[in-house]
Structure formats: C-alpha cells, structure tokens
C-alpha cells in the first residue's frame, strides 16, 4: 500500500469511501466489538483502551470451562495447558514488536516492568550515575524513575537529568537528545525514552537515540505504551537495552491488560545479570526440582517471576491473533494512510493547531490538537456529537484512528465533527 501524498488527498467524502472500498484490512472491523452508542459514533481513543475483540471473551470463557471442569489438572490438561500457556504468545509478540521468541515476555503491567528492568539495566557505578528522562513523562513513569533511583538510595534531583522542547516546541528535537546524551558522557548510566510521546503522538527513533546512549557507554529503555501495535518497530534490530509496554492500548486486550517487556538478546544470554527473580524465571527443566538455587533460563521469561494470570492472559492470545491476520507491517501502513487523511482534513480548519509532527515517520496513528480557548468546552461537544476522543491539559485532544477497526470514512466524519467544535465558542 502506497503512502498518501498531499498530491493524493482529497477533500470529498466519495474520496474515503473508495479507500475504504479498496481496503484488504476492512472485514477486521467485525472481529471487534465496538463500544458506539449509536450506529455513527466514532472509536477513536484506541490509544487509550483499545475495543474487545471477539475472540477475547471465546477464549476467556474457554479457560473458566476448563478451571471448572478439571481444576488442578488444567496445568496440564486444558485445551491450552496453563503450565506452558504464556510459551503460545511468544511468536506472535516477537512479531508485533520486531523481536526474537526469546527478547520478549508478557508479564505484569508497564510500571512494574519498568521497575524490574531497571533493576537490571540502571547500573549506577562510579561517576555513571544519571538517568536520563523527558520532562512531561507519563507520570507513571516519573514516579517509577524518581522511586527507583531513590530506592537505589541516590537523590533524584541530582541523578535524574529530564530533557524538555526547545522553549514555544512542543516536541523534542532528536538532535537535542543527541547533544544532551554527549554532554552527560560517562556520567550517564541510562537513558529512559518513549517511542511514542503519550501526549503529543511524537514517535521517536529508536535505533538512532539508542546509538547515541550506546556511543557514551550507557544503556536505553523504551517505553512503548504508545507504540507497541502501533509502529511497526524492529525492536531487535534497533539494539534497544530493552523495551516495556502495555497491551490495553493499541494492543486492545482489555483493560489492565497483562503487559509486554523486551530484552535484547546480548543480555538474555547474561545469566549473571543482577535481576528479581521469582521461580518462573528459572529454567523450566529444573523448576519443579524445587531447589535453592536459582537458574535463569536464557530467555526474557528469565525477568518474570511469576505463574502466568491465565484468565487475563487469554485476551492477549486473541487480541495478538488479530495482528497476525493482518500484520503490522501492512496495519501500519493503512494507519499513515488513515492518519494523513486526518491531517490533510484537519489542516484546513481554522482555530485547529496540530502539535504533531507532520512527518509520517514521526509520529504513529495519533494526532493531538491543541486548542489555546475552551479546549474543554470543543472536547465536550465533539464527545456529544459521537466522536469518541480524549483529553490532556493543558488543552490538547488526542484522536487516534486505528487501522484494525477504524474506517476512511470515519476518518472523513471525524474531521466534519471537529469543524463544528471549532465553529462555536
Ligand atoms: C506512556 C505511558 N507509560 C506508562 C503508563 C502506565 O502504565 P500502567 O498503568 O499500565 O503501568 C501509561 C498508561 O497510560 C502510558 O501511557
């Protein structure tokens, strides 16, 4: 599928619905259930709590039938035995997220990851003690480097260094996050960044800031909420330390679903590795030897520490079906298609400010509109008008078009219920 060019875009309605005519992807859009109120409602906050697919509730109703039928002997005998349950989720993971089978493991929520990782990959040594992070995180992640660092039993306001935009920028210059990596040198232990900025849709480099941290001898942690099953990432190949996610969002397996993690594999081969460990990181040979010693198994599942949530897990397995049916790579493909719609609709209305990057390549599905006078007031009304979106101060409302169930011509409508927002008030 061809990129949309301005060239290409048109203003007419007839225009969306011969993309959606020509789209391989469309008959995906049944396989969802799909929270509208009314028939013409739009979905467009799946960056912020993806739609159920189907398969979610066959699958969860599949595990409680077996919990039912066989108890303990479901470990084993289950249609799907719970004891090796999370191995089905490997491939389909690695293939969301460009990675191999053994960098990646479904475990616990973002935060918790992000503490366990950082265990592993915040070293402080020395004079290698800063942690680089972007100022205006996700709070969760502040909070998360902020008590890690002090648990660590350093001062957070002399270790962790945050980096903003330039001052009237909303985003932040790679380049800018290049010079200031330089600059901290050896004094950096770890740079933490998101792939794609929750707030502006910003998506950034992988490989290249990764490169940058590497240059200076540090390790780099991604955060990914905003990414995963969003980009099409080549986590492996970008050389990432490693990588945390959450798979309520674009993921759509349903709300506080259980997370995602990466590790690259030069540091799943490291058994020496200084880690929490909990038995079902050991080596599944020995696990039920039951012994003392704890063996790390060479894999990411090595960070996990316990026996898999079956009942929460089950969704990841139907909602990672869905992707594979289509693919990420040809997902995200529509996705700039849908998104450069939405830009080219949106360009046109007056009082619209567009704090995303305009390049295809940075940013994902997501597009945030900044509105400087009662951004609250046009958020309500495109709310009340079915425009499913959200809101992050100071003013900003993200809309998110996804290509597994959003359709061209949504993406024509959403634009009309954006207009009359901006038309009153
Ligand atoms: C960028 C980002 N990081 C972290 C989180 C928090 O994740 P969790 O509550 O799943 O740990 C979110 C949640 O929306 C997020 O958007």
């Not at 061809?2 to 007419?12: C, G, N, R, V």
């Not at 108890?71 to 997220?97: I, T």
């Not at 001052?167 to 998101?194: F, H, K, S, V, Y």
């Not at 897990?313 to 040809?330: K, N, Q, T, Y």
Request: charged content about 20%; hydrophobic content about 45%; some cysteine.
């Amino acid at each position: 599928m061809q990129p949309l060019t301005a060239a290409d875009l048109s203003h007419d309605r007839d225009f969306a619905r011969a993309l959606d005519a020509q789209d391989g992807l469309a008959p995906l859009r049944g396989r969802f259930a799909l929270p509208l109120r009314r028939p013409d409602d739009i979905y467009f906050v799946g960056n912020s709590l993806g739609p159920m697919p189907h398969a979610a509730r066959t699958l969860v109703l599949e595990e409680l039938e077996d919990w039912s039928r066989l108890g303990v002997a479901g470990h084993m005998g289950a249609r799907r035995p719970w004891y090796s349950y999370h191995e089905q989720l490997r491939a389909p993971l690695a293939r969301l997220v460009g990675a191999r089978e053994h960098e990646v493991v479904a475990m616990n929520s973002l935060t918790a990851n992000l503490h366990l990782l950082m265990t592993t990959f915040y070293r402080p040594e020395g004079a290698r003690t800063r942690l680089l992070l972007e100022k205006g995180a996700f709070p969760s992640d502040t909070y998360a480097v902020m008590s890690h660092v002090a648990a660590r039993g350093l001062d957070p306001a002399a270790h962790v260094v945050e980096i903003a935009p330039r001052a009237g920028e909303w985003t932040i210059r790679e380049e800018d996050i290049e010079a200031r990596i330089a600059e901290l040198g050896d004094t950096l232990a770890l740079a933490m960044l998101p792939g794609v900025q929750y707030r502006t849709g910003q998506a950034f480099d992988i490989a290249r800031l990764t490169r940058a941290a590497h240059a200076v001898g540090a390790r780099c942690g991604w955060d990914l909420a905003h990414a995963a099953g969003n980009l099409a990432l080549d986590l492996h190949g970008s050389g990432a330390d490693f990588a945390v996610w959450c798979s309520y969002k674009y993921v759509n397996s349903g709300p506080g679903a259980v997370a995602g993690a990466f590790i690259h594999e030069r540091h799943v081969r490291d058994t020496a590795l200084p880690r929490h460990a909990g038995w079902w990181g050991n080596d599944p040979k020995t696990r039920f030897r039951m012994e003392e010693r704890f063996v790390p198994t060479q894999h990411a599942d090595a960070w996990s520490l316990s026996n898999p949530p079956i009942l929460a897990v089950a969704p990841l397995v139907a909602s990672l079906a869905e992707f594979d049916a289509a693919g990420i790579a040809a997902l995200r493909a529509k996705s700039m298609r849908m998104t450069a719609l939405l830009e080219f609709r949106l360009r046109e209305i007056e009082g619209v400010e567009i704090i995303t990057p305009a390049a295809t390549h940075a940013r994902g599905a997501q597009l945030s509109l900044y509105f400087p006078n009662n951004a609250r007031t046009r958020y309500e009304s495109m709310l009340a008008a079915g425009l499913a979106c959200d809101y992050r101060e100071p003013g900003i409302v993200r809309l998110a078009p996804a290509p597994l169930f959003n359709t061209f011509d949504e993406v024509w409508r959403a634009a009309e219920i954006v207009r009359s927002a901006c038309a009153t008030g």
